[in-house]
């Protein structure tokens, strides 16, 4: 896939440079690519990232969950769904090959419902999904501070490690997943 490619080209690149900062991995990614032109990257901060939340809530109420054909919809199979402004209803697909296999979801709710179906449609604000930077872990700061204060990480960095922000909350490092192994050990 087109994608693979494109993260095969940034490590190998990146394999034979060394990064001190966040900052520098736009330049690095951009530059990957030597023989065409560089890869477009787009830096992004934590207000770019929406919460669609109650959008979702608004458009897909827990009440709607049959097709107008009186299917069940089944939401974990749920492949494509196409919206059209003006239409009170959703097409939806179970995979990406079959266009003949499109069903249609009415989106009305019972009867008892006040709302009407043009309500459904209408969009509520749509808020940021982080309210602030994301942190990292308290110990992975002081790590990063130790680097710092021991000038492994050349001074001209070290404004951008301050900046960041610690917490205790955030897990240092993924789950193991050493769980399989242990188990096949104990049999």
């Known amino acids: 896939m087109p994608v693979d490619s494109v993260h095969a080209t940034i490590e190998r690149f990146i394999n034979k440079r060394t990064v001190w900062a966040p900052s520098e991995w736009h330049t690095l990614i951009a530059n990957a690519r030597v023989n065409h032109t560089p890869f477009e990257v787009i830096n992004m ?60 979801v009415e989106l009305r709710q019972p009867r008892k419902s006040k709302r009407s179906a043009s309500s459904l449609l209408e969009m509520p604000k749509i808020g940021n999904l982080y309210p602030s930077p994301l942190p990292i872990s308290a110990l992975k700061l002081k790590n990063l501070m130790d680097l710092c204060a021991k000038r492994v990480i050349p001074e001209r960095y070290h ?16 789950a193991e997943t050493d769980e399989e192994d242990e188990k096949v050990e104990e049999d």
Not at 68 to 97: H, W
Request: proline share 1%.
């Open 45 to 104: 901060k934590h207000t770019d990232f929406m919460s669609w939340k109650e959008a979702a809530k608004n458009v897909l109420p827990n009440k709607i969950n049959k097709t107008k054909e009186g299917e069940k919809i089944l939401l974990s199979q749920l492949r494509i769904a196409s919206f059209k402004k003006g239409e009170d209803v959703i097409k939806i697909q179970y995979s990406f090959l079959d266009c003949d296999g499109q069903q249609t």
């Open 159 to 174: 404004k951008e490690y301050e900046n960041f922000k610690g917490t205790i909350e955030v897990e240092d490092t993924l």
